[in-house]
């Protein structure tokens, strides 16, 4: 049987290691489907219900294993499906190589029926995006997208035109130059070491520091026991980007955890009070965290040359690998004998540990979401990959997930997108079947793409979806109040059953509103084969506080109540701290 320009495609995605396809099939794509088809022993596509769930798939599936991802969608609707997801892999620097339809190539911008150039729509998002012309070039694109892919560390594109797919591979038209079998599929990584005289000048800023921080962020993941070892030579806390947050385990001596409105407030307090900086693998976007410029000396290690300097003014930056970096950059490092700054800091960790035990071990009813988040995040296994999603959730993932060593952890950091939490769980059950994968998220985002748990069900997906229930968009609703002193307007949630949702969709679920009840129907869901949802019934007054609240952030507090927010001053009774109470 002879090749056509679809078998081309897919014969090299296998050659370039990929294993999986998440789509959704139309008839801009049947071409592609015919080969993934005959090619099913080596390639396995995975059916979503929503094209933006094949991309948060693929965009996950890169993210845990460093390999590329892979997704597809049809012509026109199938490919404005896939943008949300696309983004999310451009931010956060994933591989992703998304393939799209198109109609018959003869008929292209003429108004016909799902006439979308997604070449051109697609043009903000990806770092290499072509049309195949002819079956021919077919041949040559195809390894050139999975390389920039991986190479850039962001989104390819392909769209390939129905008419095209079918053609003869071996017939047709050719160019002179363009010689049979001139590209490779082999991808080569760089070395990723920075040079040496920058390797001493960055000594020279960190040995001569006094009070040395260090911020590490998605960039280290894979590096932690090095960063320790270079922690433990400048005596520096680790504070970590929520993307870092596997970097090291939440138990590491070095660690102060999370740092921004989610983070914790000693690591609030290191990077105030550094006098040097050391950022690892780190864009992290909330500039008004990190020291004043200028008030601390600091050295930049990133993949990227482009992104040194990009939020604080260092004064060296080592392009490289964050691990061979940390590497050749430790032997030039002066053990410090003076360790104050880290003792204070991990005496304050004391405290704040204290202060999140507190607020886990609520027994009130209606029940905190402090208290089920921190139940799931100490029964999940030592090889666990936990994922989360945009809102109140992302606070309580933060800072009542204990990362351990051998977790994985992400969510969607840069684009702060909602509903990618179930998606990043198919897409990475599919690459590590043998792992326990979580999902936490909140009842809106789920909401979003909750079709897909029958996706998990049709694939045999043992995935765990715990869904926080408050009824709101609760993030929106503490935003509305504390930045800009307005009471919540179109916030409130129509409740949804998603005990039943999950029956419909094949799988099951359980209900829990009583905290007496957490440990035990944690254990139950985590022990039940199969997808299984946990519906977390919680209370939608608590607020997810930053560790540090302004005197303006409580001011517009208090007008919010002012001007008519519901239960307002039960809130601030109950659930705010004294600050605001102070202010009504
Ligand atoms: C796709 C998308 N739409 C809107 C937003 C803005 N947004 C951020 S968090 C949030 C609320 C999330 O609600 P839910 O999933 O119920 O979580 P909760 O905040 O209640 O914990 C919204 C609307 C977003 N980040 N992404
Ligand atoms: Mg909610």
Redesign the pocket.
């Known amino acids: 049987m002879s090749r056509n320009a679809s078998d081309v495609l897919i014969e090299t995605l296998i050659d370039w290691g990929v294993d999986t396809v998440f789509g959704l099939p139309g008839d801009g794509i049947n071409g592609i489907m015919e080969s993934l088809r005959t090619h099913q022993d080596k390639i396995r596509f995975v059916q979503v219900r929503h094209e933006e769930s094949a991309a948060f798939a693929a965009t996950a599936y890169s993210k845990f294993t460093g390999r590329l991802g892979v997704c597809l969608a049809t012509s026109g609707p199938g490919g404005l499906h896939l943008i949300?997801g696309l983004y999310d892999a451009k931010l956060d620097g994933a591989s992703v190589l998304a393939i799209t339809g198109h109609h018959y190539s003869d008929l292209i911008d003429t108004n016909q029926q799902q006439d979308v150039d997604l070449t051109r729509v697609f043009e903000d998002v990806t770092v290499y995006n072509t049309r195949v012309m002819n079956a021919a070039h077919v041949a040559n694109v195809a390894p050139l997208a999975c390389r920039m892919a991986l190479a850039r560390r962001g989104v390819a594109h392909i769209c390939f035109p129905a008419d095209l797919q079918t053609l003869d591979a071996d017939s047709g038209p050719r160019s002179a130059s363009d010689v049979k079998g001139h590209t490779s599929d082999v991808y080569a990584a760089k070395a990723g070491l920075p040079a040496e005289a920058d390797l001493r000048r960055a000594a020279d800023v960190l040995n001569g520091g006094s009070r040395v921080a260090i911020l590490a962020g998605q960039g280290a993941l894979g590096a932690g026991d090095v960063l320790e070892q270079v922690a433990d030579a400048l005596k520096a806390p680790i504070v970590k980007a929520l993307l870092g947050k596997g970097v090291v385990p939440d138990d590491s001596p070095y660690t102060t955890g999370g740092i921004g409105l989610l983070g914790t407030k000693p690591s609030e307090d290191v990077l105030n009070d550094c006098d040097t900086l050391l950022i690892v693998g780190s864009s992290f976007p909330y500039i008004e965290f990190y020291p004043k410029p200028g008030k601390a000396r600091a050295v930049q290690i990133d993949t990227d040359g482009a992104r040194i300097g990009l939020r604080y003014p260092v004064e060296v930056g080592l392009v490289g690998d964050a691990r061979r970096s940390l590497e050749v950059l430790l032997p030039h490092l002066r053990p410090r004998v003076e360790h104050g700054f880290l003792d204070d800091a991990q005496k304050a960790m004391k405290d704040w540990w204290r202060l999140i035990d507190e607020r886990e071990s609520s027994q009130d009813k209606p029940m905190k979401p402090q208290r089920i988040v921190a139940e799931v995040g100490r029964q999940l296994r030592d090889d666990a990959i936990v994922v989360s999603?945009?809102?109140?959730?992302t606070t309580w993932f933060a800072r009542h997930v204990q990362a351990r060593r051998g977790q994985q952890l992400s969510l969607s950091g840069n684009l702060?997108?909602?509903?990618c939490g179930l998606p990043y769980a198919i897409g990475a059950q599919v690459a590590y079947p043998e792992r326990q994968v979580v999902a936490i998220?909140?009842?809106?985002?789920?909401s979003?793409l909750m079709a897909d748990f029958a996706t998990a069900v049709k694939y045999e997906l043992p995935i765990k979806v715990v869904v926080?229930k408050?009824d709101?968009?609760?993030?929106?609703k503490w935003e509305q109040m504390v930045f800009l002193g307005n009471p919540e307007y179109g916030v409130e949630?129509q409740p949804i059953d998603f005990v039943k949702v999950a029956e419909a969709c094949g799988g099951s679920g359980i209900s829990i509103d009583d905290p007496v009840d957490c440990a035990r129907a944690v254990a139950e869901a985590f022990a039940r084969p199969g997808p299984v949802l946990i519906e977390a019934i919680v209370d939608p007054l608590e607020a997810p506080m930053p560790a540090t609240v302004t005197r303006e952030q409580a001011a517009h507090f208090a007008q919010s109540i002012l001007r008519g927010q519901p239960k307002g001053l039960e809130i601030a009774r109950h659930a705010l701290g004294d600050k605001i109470r102070e202010m009504v």
């Open positions: 949300n999603d945009s809102g109140t959730i702060a997108t909602m509903t998220v909140g009842d809106g985002g789920f979003m926080i408050n709101y968009l609760g993030q929106i949630l």
